[in-house]
């Protein structure tokens, strides 16, 4: 496939270095510092003692790059309606777009899935249809990230822990290029699923992290830290009770209890979460994907949801303050 990376960030950077290792020719949209890098450096990724670097294509302006057949966007939820604005050239009428992201994306809805809420539009995530008009959702292929990856410089990857990507098309089928993209991601040394119901994963993930999250962006805890206070866990767990009704009434029921989700959280140490790193680094934060997204879910299948509301609001008013919102 001729595959172009959008975000040569944590992630993206993890994905578009083991397929260019794996052999993939990789073209890279990117700008500033990181276009530099990639340009001057290539793209390095990182393991353990491993370090390596491998050639991109990398340039500012998507019209350069052409028409691919596969367009990873890994960027956070804040920037992606400037990368809507400019992924047009980019696409073809059979390009894939992966979507490599935190929280609830723009397509949720999309492919049948919702049950009453089925086709509906998510204000909270793409206010006004236009993510959803410049990337329909008939190129989407959703994937749920189980990696840890950091960025140690422009251009450079250091990869932590985990090496899973799950994905499937908003419909759940098994189609021809789902399957090709899977064996794509495989080949290329990435353990990849392709789920029946792309929407339940994504949920599963938002479920354990939509909290942990802005949590940790307004107290600076790492998450052992977070849990490991009988108050806010218990916080925590009354706001994943309200989500875990959310779900059942949109087709994603968890059997799970929080305290299920806690053991899992407190399996990978002491860690600061993705918003608490972007609080530090001064960067927008994506509270509307991880929460104000199960707040209009709540509201649209009638489910109320006092303490996720709560939540929203003292770290949107942190947000807010520090310029990140």
């Known amino acids: 496939m001729k595959v172009c990376i959008y975000g040569a960030g944590a992630i993206g950077g993890w994905i578009g270095a083991k397929l260019a290792q794996a052999g993939s020719a990789i073209d890279v949209v990117a700008r500033g510092a990181t276009l530099e890098a990639l340009q001057r450096d290539g793209l390095t990724l990182a393991s353990g003692d491993s370090r390596v670097s491998v050639p991109v294509n990398a340039n500012a302006d998507p019209r350069a790059l052409g028409v691919q057949e596969l367009v990873i966007v890994a960027v956070k939820a804040p920037s992606l309606p400037a990368v809507a604005h400019q992924i047009g050239p980019l696409l073809g009428p059979d390009t894939i777009v992966l979507t490599a992201m935190n929280g609830v994306p723009w397509w949720f809805l999309q492919g049948g899935f919702g049950g009453p809420l089925a086709g ?20 989407v292929i959703g994937c749920v990230v189980h990696a840890s990856c950091a960025l140690e410089g422009p251009g450079v990857v250091r990869h932590v822990f985990g090496n899973g990507l799950i994905i499937g098309e908003p419909s759940g089928e098994a189609t021809p290029r789902a399957q090709a993209l899977r064996a794509l991601l495989a080949d290329a040394g990435i353990e990849t699923r392709l789920s029946p119901q792309i929407q339940k994963d994504v949920w599963y993930k938002l479920w354990g992290n939509m909290t942990v999250n802005p949590i940790s962006a307004l107290t600076g805890a790492t998450t052992d830290l977070i849990l490991n206070d009988d108050l806010v866990r218990g916080l ?20 799970d209890t929080p305290e299920d989700r806690h053991v899992i959280t407190r399996r990978l140490g002491a860690f600061k979460t993705s918003m608490l790193q972007d609080v530090e680094a001064r960067r927008a934060v994506e509270l ?38």
């Open 120 to 139: 509906a539009q998510l204000e909270a995530v793409d206010p006004g249809g236009r993510i959803d008009a410049a990337i329909p959702a008939r190129h």
């Open 236 to 255: 925590i767990s009354t706001i994943m009770l309200e989500a875990k009704e959310v779900g059942a009434r949109i087709g994603v029921p968890i059997a």
């Open 288 to 325: 509307d994907a991880l929460v104000s997204s199960v707040r209009e879910l709540g509201q649209r299948a009638g489910v109320a949801t006092p303490f996720t509301d709560a939540l929203l609001g003292l770290a949107r008013l942190q947000a807010r303050q520090l310029g990140l919102y």
